[in-house]
């Protein structure tokens, strides 16, 4: 079977697609800089992501990247990542409070309406209307 060949992103070097996306030698790499933050905010609890990246020399984008992947979990790091609705900055989940709450209320008004009775289609009937007479002729 030929080799499903990828440019790496990091690197641009082509190489054959493991189920990563980057090469090995930028994995190997992403490994090594992954040792490093983890060694850094162990010896630093309480330290933010701008912090650990001017200290490590790694990018705050690919910090954070570890945080998302849940590699890196500190309990002493201030982690901030932006709501992805308002672009506020949260300490953790993909929204803001003020966004979860509002998803959550479009959430629920949909239920409500879905639920409501329907409307009978004929209203019970008027007897005396059914009585037909003509007015003014003999
Ligand atoms: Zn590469
Ligand atoms: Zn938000």
Redesign the pocket.
Known sequence: MAPDLRNCPMCGRTFAYQGRNICNKCLEKEDDDYAIVRRYVRDNPGASVAEVAEATEIDEEKILQFLRDGRLVTKGMRYTTM??????T?SSGK??????KQLGAQFKSVIPSARKAPEPETKPRDKGKDRMHIIGED
């Open positions: 709501c992805e609705r308002c672009g506020k949260i929204f803001c409070d003020s966004c979860l």
